[in-house]
């Protein structure tokens, strides 16, 4: 007796390419997995079309990983897509999940970002203020460009997901153990981040130097200090993330010696990673004097930068501005 | 963009690749354009002859990263730009750390520079056999008339034989995982810091590099030969490589050198006129003063040029101020290679393709396999350099920030990066001129000369879409980096449409290669 294979789909959106890479990367470790699953949608990779999964029955494809944000009508229009044809509408990757990098341009309106690029730039010669974009007005006025939009969203802000891979990229380990999960017999609880439900620290190789209390006077910014290879970041003053961020990535960027910067969101109970983190890091404040407490907290050059360094779309903060 | 009533008629490049016109008198509707924010445009407007009037290249997509890093810390650079590409953000890292250190006016120890280049060198060497083996190559390797489902990555592990092609896949993993030794890991790595590096080289580091490098000089060495006996030992190739139709001439840029050889990670940019004669040779802080962008409504991506000679448009020549980066660019622009190996072949290529400079835009392939060699061999050259190994590793910075410009060569042509920052180093403006968009306007170019060289009569030829993309292609471009947009791949559209802007057919690859063709 034959059982049909299962069907799994990969789509990306406003994405830089690392996510795919990250596929690339696992695709070895994967094998198995894709020898027992078909993939019938795969832009960068395969010659399956938008028209293909029109035509496929809703709900047909067990799981598509749709990384990158949403910028345009397009965009969106392959996620709703995406969504009623899959079982499993998967977040792949930072900026799927919560906005990303990218995000950070919600900071700035669209018209600014423009100005910026196009009329400012200091080697930038644009005499005539030409602005791409805008319908031409000559003989070729057929010649268009997708319209750059007001903000930068993550994919539950569009359509409905039911898991969410994290990372930027996600990491070899939990990018295996999300397909394994979603192809085996017993899929987690919808709406489940496909990593480990526990902050970074608990896995950080260097959990053992970090103090019980950590009590500082300053924040220290990475170029600041020789930074020891074996102590807890965050016990030397660094910036780092790991409280306020859900474990999974084993912790790389401290074993390149720098600071987590919180790609892989908040652990579950968190719903406001940015606010957790400013929580986290104001609790090391060894101060109980207002002015004091003020003067540390500036040694954090930029807050909102830094702890919704991934998240900002996807935050309560910045949804509440209404940008 | 049709109302997508009508049927959609799929053919795979095989059958593209069979008859002018595979399905005569059907009318078929374009399946909506998927994807088109990461797609490459294509836009062919005919005159009434139905000669082609102009051919567009256009990059629909922008994301803006010179606005949203102003006011961030000026140390989160390398890695906030990293994600300008996943394909190459080693590259952007470098450039912003290098930036760092004239932005904090510090000089990094020897030990960190060269622990930042053993890093890039093998970024390098994994970059350049992404491209030749999976996207690039497979016009050479199996030929730009070969059935278009063979085409790809596929066909040339069939081609090669399995083993050689383990080796592709086996030197890719380990390279990535040097990167990772050092970076954290390899896509987004972070260990570069104004002054230095994030951690110290070890002897267990070094015998892996060690390990692989030896391995890259052999695994390159056995690419140029794959070269030599495929394409240089085949007329017809060598006579595609060499024709008009993939020609131009323009000014050639590249990082040198005190001896003025190709170098990746530091030196001075030189720029040679279409005669190979130098033309200026500049710091990275002067970048301003010789580079300029300019601006086409129809394109996210800005077009470089040469500044003190002024925008003179898309034309090549005598009257040019267009000049080109990337492999066949930094070979003109150089005198030659800083290792041996490398060093025969770059005599060797100019010897074949009669003299300097070259400017057929196909010989990117063979220059690229040239710096594929020269980067394995600093690779081993560094880690054979017992200094990797020493304490000072970094120099903590003690100047108030200010302004800096770091340039690196990225794979894909000459990368700047630009900040100024407050006293307490945060970005209030950054510039970047990013490789790819060095290349735009010959890009454009080229785009336009294939097109005009291969429609006529409003006929297009099934093979045409081929032979336009063979001429962008061979720049391995990225307009993910172009336009600080996305993606890294580029699949691609066509269209073709008469004066009145109707649109006459419509041709769609997908990055693998495939093509989807509509005929209105």
Not at chain 1, 147 to 167: H, K, N
Not at chain 2, 495 to 515: E, K, Y
């Amino acid at each position: 007796m034959t059982r049909e294979k299962p069907k799994i789909a990969f789509y990306w959106c406003a994405s830089c390419g690392g996510c795919e890479e990250a596929v690339v990367d696992v695709a070895e470790q994967i094998l198995d997995v894709v020898a027992a699953a078909d993939i019938v949608f795969w832009p960068v990779a395969l010659d399956f079309k938008r028209s293909d999964v029109e035509q496929m029955p809703d709900g047909s494809i067990l799981a598509t990983f749709l990384n990158g944000a949403i910028r345009t009508s397009e965009q969106e229009e392959m996620a709703g897509l995406l969504r009623r044809k899959s079982k499993y509408l998967v977040a792949f990757g930072s900026c799927s999940h919560l906005g990303g990098i990218p995000g950070l341009a919600n900071f700035f309106t669209r018209e600014s970002i423009l100005q910026a690029v196009y009329f400012d730039a200091p080697t930038t010669e644009n005499p005539d203020r030409v602005m791409p974009g805008l319908p031409l007005n000559d003989r070729h006025g057929e010649l268009t460009l997708p319209y750059f939009s007001d903000r930068v969203r993550s994919l539950d802000q569009v359509v409905e997901v039911d898991y969410y891979v994290p990372g930027c990229p996600p990491q070899p380990k939990i990018v295996t153990r999300a397909v394994l999960t979603l192809l085996g017999e017993h899929p987690p609880t919808k709406g489940s981040v496909l990593a480990p439900d526990e902050a970074l620290c608990t896995e950080c190789p260097r959990k053992d130097s970090k103090p019980d209390k950590i009590a500082l006077k300053a924040f220290r910014r990475p170029q600041e200090i020789q930074i020891d290879e074996t102590q807890c970041l965050l016990a030397q003053g660094l910036l780092c993330l790991g409280p306020a961020t859900r474990a999974g990535c084993e912790a790389r960027c401290v074993e390149g010696n720098m600071p987590c910067t919180g790609c892989c969101g908040a652990p579950g109970r968190v719903r406001e990673q940015g606010a957790k983190a400013l929580s986290a890091i104001a609790s090391l404040i060894d101060s109980q004097d207002e002015s004091e407490i003020d003067q540390i907290l500036a040694t954090i050059p930029d807050p909102a930068g830094t702890f919704y360094r991934y998240s900002l779309p996807a935050s309560l903060i910045h949804n509440k501005r209404g940008v | 963009m049709p109302d997508g009533t009508m049927p959609v008629q799929k053919i795979s490049r095989q059958s593209a690749g069979k008859a002018n016109d595979p399905y005569p008198g059907r009318r078929v509707t374009i399946d909506p354009v998927t994807r088109l924010e990461g797609h490459g445009k294509i836009e062919v407007f005919l005159d009434d002859a139905g000669e082609v009037d102009r051919a567009y290249f256009q990059v629909p997509e922008l994301r803006g990263f010179e606005k949203f890093v102003q006011g961030r810390p000026v140390e989160e650079m390398p890695q906030i730009t990293s994600r300008i590409c996943g394909v190459c953000p080693t590259a952007h890292h470098m450039a912003a750390t290098k930036a760092l250190d004239a932005v904090y006016h510090v000089t990094p120890p020897e030990t960190a520079k060269k622990i930042r280049e053993i890093v890039y060198s093998a970024f390098m060497v994994e970059d350049h056999s992404l491209h030749f083996y999976y996207l690039g190559g497979p016009d050479f390797v199996l030929g730009p008339d070969a059935p278009a489902a063979q085409r790809n990555i596929l066909g040339v592990i069939e081609a090669v034989g399995i083993e050689n092609a383990k080796k592709v896949i086996s030197m890719r993993r380990r390279l990535r995982n040097l990167i990772t030794l050092v970076g954290g890991k390899p896509v987004h790595p972070v260990f570069g810091l104004p002054g230095g590096v994030a951690k110290r080289f070890t002897v267990e580091m070094q015998s892996q590099f060690q390990a692989v490098a030896e391995d890259a000089v052999a695994f390159a060495t056995f690419t140029l030969d794959l070269f030599d006996d495929i394409v240089l030992n085949n007329r017809a190739y060598l006579d595609l490589i060499t024709g008009d139709d993939y020609s131009h001439r323009t000014f050639c840029m590249g990082m040198v050198d005190d001896a003025n050889r190709v170098n990746f990670y530091d030196g001075q940019i030189r720029v040679v006129t279409p005669e190979g004669k130098e033309w200026k040779k500049f710091k990275a802080n002067d970048y301003a003063s010789v580079i300029a962008e300019h601006v086409e409504p129809w394109s996210y991506a800005k077009f470089c040029y040469l500044k003190p000679l002024g925008w003179k448009g898309f034309t090549d020549g005598d009257d040019t101020s267009i000049y080109s980066v990337a492999p066949l660019a930094r070979l003109n622009a150089a005198d030659g290679m800083a290792t041996p190996l490398a060093q025969k072949e770059y005599e060797r290529f100019f010897a074949k393709l009669g003299g300097k400079p070259v400017h057929h835009t196909l010989a990117n392939h063979w220059a690229r396999l040239i710096e594929l060699l020269y980067a394995a061999e600093r690779m081993r050259e560094l880690a054979a350099d017992s200094q990797l190994l020493e304490p000072e590793y970094r120099t903590l910075p003690t100047a108030t920030p200010t302004e800096g410009v770091g340039v690196v060569e990225a794979p894909r042509g000459t990368l700047i990066h630009h900040y100024q920052t407050d006293e307490h180093g945060l970005v209030q403006r950054a510039n970047l001129i990013v490789a790819t968009q060095n290349n735009a306007a010959r890009i454009a170019m080229s785009v336009d000369k294939a097109a005009k060289g291969l429609i006529h009569r409003g006929e297009v030829p099934a093979g045409v879409l081929n032979k336009i993309e063979m001429a962008f292609r061979a720049y391995d471009p990225c307009n993910a980096c172009a336009t600080h947009a996305l993606p890294g791949s580029m699949p691609l559209v066509l269209t073709v449409r008469n004066r009145q802007g109707q649109l006459l057919a419509s041709l769609t690859r997908n990055s693998d290669g495939h093509i989807l063709k509509c005929i209105q």
